[in-house]
């Protein structure tokens, strides 16, 4: 029996956090055709994507008074995530469509639910019987990852402006479940990365991490109450910032965001800061520094940030660097068939020392006391 119940979760929340077993296609299509209104599903079509935590899948279908078939993503997750939470993170995404972000959203099912909590033995899982998911379908949006092409000036201002932009959107926007939310993710719960230190064996990266984990102590952890707090996506990382072309063979522009898994309500400073991260990441061996100025100057085209932020975003970033570089590594560890955990390992090490080994007031004068001088990606 498919269930939707806080019961069910409570069971659930009890047992250790396991990612969710792969489906096979026909019991995907069995399952959205019962739950969601398709008409039909190509099984053919059915294709794993790449994910850290959840299951997400790629398919086609035609929606019920639909002529033709379209694309969507079916998302399955661990169930001990808290509904309260997941429909949470439905609101936000719908919050943001309705203002015209482009961003994913969830469809509604059958009996216009956003998300559905079913038990392991509905998806034929070998598992207890305390086991439950909760799946949810989106459309899927087309376009090119930030990953996936060649970084240009005009597209890192283009980033830029785009995030600027959707922390703008969430401005007076709360939601009692995403505030009440604790997430490892958040930079504001740095130091409880401190247990993931086990699983790095170099000294040097342990040193590098230590040193961190003082910069968060000293310069961000005390003032974290007088900043200012929002919605925040959390995860502006290269995979989850999709590009169209404005035309044939022209420059990239934003075409949306995916993925409000880690959305949250912290320090607005630390959305910027999760950015540049990652798009240093991307041009980690082409002076990443200098050209994620361009990034955070164009972000305070739309949205500036106070001094108080400019002056934590250096630190912020070795936070978020390094938050990820940690997970990570003791990700892996307990699931070493997972290669995804491991997508930043390579070049995450990487960044932190050159960001650690770059004086503060140098960065600081080409994120934003410099705004004269033009930057130009190779």
């Known amino acids: 029996q498919l269930l939707k119940s806080r019961e069910l979760l409570s069971t659930y929340r009890r047992m250790p956090a396991r990612r969710p077993p792969d489906l096979s296609p026909g019991i995907l299509s069995d399952t959205v055709l019962r739950l969601f209104p398709f008409e039909n599903i190509d099984q053919t079509s059915v294709l794993q994507l790449v994910s850290y935590e959840d299951r997400n899948y790629y398919f086609v279908g035609t929606l019920q008074g639909q002529p033709t078939t379209d ?127 086990y699983a790095v064996d170099d000294l040097n990266k342990i040193a590098m991490a230590t040193k961190v984990f003082e910069y968060f102590s000293e310069h961000i952890e005390p003032v974290i109450p007088s900043l200012r707090h929002r919605i925040i996506h959390g995860d502006c990382n290269e995979q989850n910032i999709l590009l169209c072309g404005v035309r044939e063979g ?72 390094c938050l990820s570089v940690l997970i990570g590594a003791h990700s892996y560890k307990q699931d070493p068939s997972n290669v995804y955990q491991l997508c930043t390992q390579k070049c995450g090490w990487k960044l932190l020392k050159i960001l650690l080994d770059t004086p503060k007031d140098e960065v600081d004068r080409l994120w934003y006391e410099e705004h004269n001088n033009d930057v130009v990606v190779q």
């Open 71 to 197: 694309e969507f993503v079916f998302k399955i997750s661990n169930a001990s995530a808290c509904l309260d939470l997941i429909e949470g993170q439905n609101d936000v995404m719908n919050y943001l469509k309705e203002r015209g972000i482009p961003c994913s959203y969830p469809l509604a099912s059958r009996q216009r639910d956003y998300c559905i909590v079913v038990s392991s033995s509905d998806l034929q899982f070998i598992s207890d019987s305390a086991f439950s998911c909760c799946i949810r379908v989106f459309p899927f949006l087309q376009g090119n990852l930030l990953n996936s092409v060649k970084v240009t000036e005009q597209l890192l201002r283009c980033v830029g402006r785009f995030v600027g932009t959707l922390d703008n959107a969430f401005e007076g926007f709360v939601h009692p479940a995403i505030k009440a939310h604790l997430n490892c993710w958040d930079l504001r719960n740095f130091p409880d990365a401190k247990k993931y230190l």
């Open 250 to 321: 022209g420059p990239y522009e934003v075409s949306g965001i995916l993925d409000f898994g880690d959305c949250v309500y912290s320090c607005l400073v630390f959305n910027p800061a999760i950015l540049l991260t990652y798009i240093m990441l991307l041009l980690v061996d082409d002076d990443p520094i200098r050209h994620a100025s361009l990034v955070i100057r164009a972000y305070q085209e739309v949205l500036p940030l106070e001094t108080c932020e400019l002056q934590l975003l250096y630190y912020c970033v070795l936070v978020r660097m």
